[in-house]
């Protein structure tokens, strides 16, 4: 059972917008910045978010990243076919560790 | 750019051992952390273990602590994963990753990832 809360899944229709939250504690995300990752099928992960909410060179303008407390929020716009993939959320623990969220699987309708 | 190729993986019997490296290429290797991050089929990501740049600082997951060894040799531009008493639930692809920073901050790169099979 991963630290970091994710809800299993989300679905949202071409065009729309979706949200994705990533919920810890004091032990972590309340203190260090939060990382986002996408996982397209059959493919290694890739950076889509870093330090709460700066994005990559690559990573188009659709995806932003937010951070309050003890939780986190990655958001898409203009939902695309090719925006279909898993979402993990990653940050720093007091315990010295690194820890994922359990994942998001994005499903666009 | 930046490429990071691992090797290694393969199928091994429950309580042997197996070495993975990664050969890094498209950046200064030595001043950059490392970590190894695993996925079990179907499962989520759970990151395993980090070394700093220059080697001197290592942090492990609770799980594989006293199992496995994570070290680099940065005139090989190279990172290993040293995994001893493997368990069937060690079954995963294993990724090398390349954090952002020369100790730890997010996971900037990653490699395709080698597949560990434990079974008999």
Known sequence: ?109 | QVQLVESGGGVVQPGRSLRLSCGASGFTFSSYAMHWVRQAPGKGLEWLALVSYDGNNKYYTDSVKGRFTISRDNSKDTLHLRMDSLRPEDTAVYFCVRDATHLVSYFEYWGQGTLVTVSS
């Open chain 1, 1 to 109: 059972q991963s630290v970091l809360k994710q809800p299993p899944s989300v679905s949202a229709a071409p065009g729309q917008k979706v949200t994705i939250s990533c919920s810890g504690t004091s032990s972590n995300i309340a203190n260090n910045y939060v990382s986002w990752y996408q996982q397209l099928p059959g493919a290694a992960p890739k950076l889509l978010i870093y330090e709460s909410n700066k994005r990559p060179s690559w990573i188009p303008d659709r995806f932003s990243g937010s951070k309050s407390g003890t939780s986190a929020t990655l958001g898409i716009t203009g939902l695309q076919a090719g925006d279909e993939a898993l979402y993990y959320c990653a940050t720093w623990d007091s315990s010295l560790s690194v820890i994922f969220g359990g994942g998001t699987k994005l499903t666009v309708l």
